[in-house]
C-alpha cells in the first residue's frame, strides 16, 4: 500500500488535470489514496488546481 500524495509521486497528475480540462471533461474520476495524511495532502493539491 503506498501513501504517497498527490503530486508528490513520480506521475505529473497536474498535467493530466490540465489535459483533461482542455478537452473540456466536466465529470467525476475516482482516485485510490491511502493514509489520512496522504488524503488531505491531496486533496489540498487537488484543491491549488481548482478541482474542486
Do not use: C, N, R, W
Not at 465529470?27 to 495524511?37: H, K, P, R, W
Amino acid at each position: 500500500m503506498s501513501l504517497t500524495a498527490l503530486g508528490e509521486g513520480v506521475i505529473d497528475i497536474e498535467a493530466i488535470y490540465q489535459a483533461l480540462v482542455k478537452t473540456g471533461f466536466d465529470g467525476y474520476s475516482t482516485l485510490e489514496i491511502a493514509g489520512e495524511e496522504a488524503v488531505l495532502k491531496s486533496f489540498a493539491f487537488l484543491k491549488k488546481l481548482g478541482a474542486e
